[in-house]
């Protein structure tokens, strides 16, 4: 069935660092991808999405592509910051009306 | 900006005893899910709302939980009988339609505590 599978966490980064949050996807067909985030306390936000093979979603300097040839969608950021701190999940849907399937998160933590 | 909500933030429930737990969706959405997280693991999809009748539902959804929508704001999840695994953040979403322009938003969450 249709899964996605992300680097386990938890990450640990120094403020202006590169980051990269691997994840990988199992579908039948060509789902979304998505990446939300969880901040300490808070509920799920879309933080990015893409819809077709070779789209790269972008938001707040966080970028992801989609990556048909290797069923990837790999987070990256040039420059994180300490209000990054948060859980990211990996995440793809058919579309906006089907269910979301979720990969099992990567707590990422950014250092002074 | 319009947002989902969700009541109450925390419930406190015995093992055996009913809970039900409440959203109000995003105003003008058409769908509605139910999704849970037990600390520490993924978010699980749980079961989908459509015209006033379950589209989908997982294997965790059994005959302990329902879905309903009462009126023309509020979705609940009842869960009849609760289990001490019941324990868990359910969150609640609710999106406009099928097109990839759309999203699901997300309500903050109840977080539910079976002793």
């Known amino acids: 069935g249709n899964s996605v599978t992300q680097m386990e966490g938890p990450v640990t980064l120094s403020e202006e660092a590169f980051l990269t949050i691997n994840c990988t996807y199992t579908?039948?067909?060509?789902?979304?991808l998505f990446w939300y985030v969880q901040y300490p306390g808070e509920g799920l936000q879309l933080l990015l999405k893409?819809?077709?093979?070779?789209d790269k979603g972008s938001n707040k300097g966080f970028e992801a592509t989609y990556r048909k040839e290797t069923t990837s969608f790999h987070l990256e950021k040039g420059s994180v910051q300490v209000s990054d701190s948060a859980v990211y999940f990996c995440a793809q849907s058919y579309s906006s009306a089907s269910k979301i399937i979720f990969g099992s998160g990567t707590r990422l933590s950014i250092r002074p | 900006e319009p947002e989902v909500t969700q009541t109450p933030s925390h419930q406190v429930t015995q093992m055996g005893q009913e809970v039900i737990l409440r959203c109000v969706p995003i105003s003008n959405h058409l769908y509605f899910y139910w999704y849970r997280q037990i600390l520490g693991q993924k978010v699980e999809f749980l079961v989908s709302?459509?015209?006033?009748?379950?589209?989908?539902k997982s294997e965790i959804f059994d005959d302990q939980f329902s879905v309903e929508r009462p009126d023309g704001s509020n979705f609940t999840l009842k869960i009849r009988s609760t289990k001490l695994e019941d324990s868990a953040m359910y969150f609640c979403a609710s999106t406009k339609g099928q097109s990839t322009y759309n999203e699901q938003f997300f309500g903050p969450g109840t977080r539910l505590t079976v002793l």
């Open positions: 893409a819809t077709k093979a070779d």
């Open positions: 709302f459509y015209n006033n009748e379950i589209s989908e």
């Open positions: 579908a039948t067909g060509y789902p979304s």
